[in-house]
């Protein structure tokens, strides 16, 4: 049987990246002891007032068709929020969608093809190389470089720029690398963008988890408005992920083009999770905060232990809920040095290559979980640190 090439352009793009998290799963079965620091699910359950208010809703009948752009008790609630960052902002400018993930991947459809480009950020968080991918676009890398505490820089974006790009894609604060760009940077990134007419997919989704930065948004800033498409969700700044709530932001017109694509995609999510959201959105709720103080003291933790381990150099993040670590100095490569750590020490991290080139010689570790992992993860880690750290006159 035949099939569409996007089956081709996506597949195997997922699978090696997991493979130590899938075999980390795999031991964890057979009955090892694994502290796994791979994936960042929050380690927080949502505030009990949302669970209350999604099950009330629910009973009270919310649960019949929606429409593509989203329920309009949410829908207002997006617009107070992004009202309080640009005081434009109308119920025009909002789209629905469940999470994050399916907004970037509408929003692209909506932007680029086949012939077209994307550039990126280098580090990537894993899914968007799949998202341009799907499109038949072609990505473009921008090097994040680790001198620059990973923040991307105009000179960069601008040396990557092809007459076939159409988009940034942005995505402050960062995953894999937590950092955050400054107003001043975003505005020079802007100004690049604006000089090759590019569309700016800002992907906002750890907004509330900054802790170490102040966090700017291309959003925020008059001059990129009108080029600038905002998704982001509350998987993490209320600890919900499998609700699979979230939103793209962006200029009218847009959201009216891209309006079709989400009704044939979805017809609408659930009424009874749009106004669990709008609740989400509507009051002061102390998730972000907690997490903001934990994954704070945690990368410091991280970071103070790991320092002390010969070949290893912790970058703190600015946000979010990962410390990435260099070990080129141990003479390994990332993911060397994550498959060593998984068969020898049972501590399971990202290899940084799952996230791109850049990352080759990175380890990413998750912040969500208890002190006492990380005490441990931080011995077992330097363990292998001191085993494989070559005496630098033996190293070439
Ligand atoms: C940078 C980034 N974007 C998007 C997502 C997915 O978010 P959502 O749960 O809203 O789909 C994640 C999840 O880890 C992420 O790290």
């Known amino acids: 049987m035949r099939y569409a090439s996007i089956t081709d352009r996506l597949a195997n793009l997922g699978s090696e990246k997991w493979a130590i998290h899938a075999e980390a799963r795999r031991m964890k079965a057979e009955g090892q002891t694994i502290i796994e620091l791979t994936i960042g699910e929050p380690d927080v359950p949502p505030d009990p007032t949302l669970l209350a208010e999604a099950v009330r809703t629910m009973h009270a009948g919310r649960y019949r068709y929606s429409n593509g752009r989203g329920e309009p008790s949410v829908v207002d609630a997006l617009v107070r929020k992004y009202q309080k960052r640009r005081n434009d902002v ?148 209320h600890a919900a992920p499998g609700f699979r709530s979230g939103w793209a932001i962006g200029p009218a017109d847009f959201c009216t083009r891209l309006l079709s694509v989400s009704e044939t995609m979805l017809f609408g999510g659930q009424p ?73 020490e049972l501590v399971a991290v990202m290899p940084g290559s799952s996230f791109g080139d850049e990352a080759e010689g990175f380890i990413r570790l998750s912040l969500t979980v208890p002190d006492a992992h990380i005490d441990e993860a931080c011995r077992r880690i330097t363990a292998l640190a001191t085993r494989s750290t070559m005496p630098k006159e033996r190293r070439a």
Request: charged share 20%; proline share 6%.
């Open 272 to 344: 009874f999770i749009a106004d669990m959201t709008a609740y989400a959105l509507d009051n002061p709720i102390a998730t972000a905060a907690t997490m903001r103080q934990s994954y704070k003291a945690r990368a410091a933790r991280f970071a103070e232990a790991l320092s002390l381990a010969p070949g290893l150099v912790p970058l703190p993040p600015e946000a979010g809920m990962f410390i990435v670590v260099d070990v080129s100095e141990t003479g390994m490569s990332g993911e060397d040095f994550a498959w060593a750590l998984l068969r020898e």
């Open 90 to 237: 109308t119920a025009a400018n909002v789209l629905c969608f469940p999470g994050t993930q399916t907004a970037l991947f509408a929003v692209m459809l909506g932007l680029v093809e086949t012939g077209d480009a994307v550039l990126v950020g280098d580090p990537l968080y894993a899914t968007y190389e799949g998202v341009i991918r799907s499109t038949g676009a072609e990505r473009i890398a921008v090097p994040l470089r680790p001198e620059n505490g990973f923040h991307m820089k105009a000179a960069d974006l601008e040396a990557a720029i092809t007459p076939a790009c159409r988009v940034l894609l942005l995505n402050t604060p960062h995953n894999p690398t937590g950092a955050v760009l400054s107003a001043a940077e975003i505005a020079e990134i802007g100004a690049v963008c604006r000089k090759h007419d590019l569309w700016i997919v800002c992907d906002e989704v750890y907004e509330q988890l900054v802790f170490g930065a102040t966090f700017a948004s291309p959003f925020d800033n008059p001059d990129l408005a009108e080029r600038t498409i905002v998704v982001s969700s509350i998987s993490k700044s």
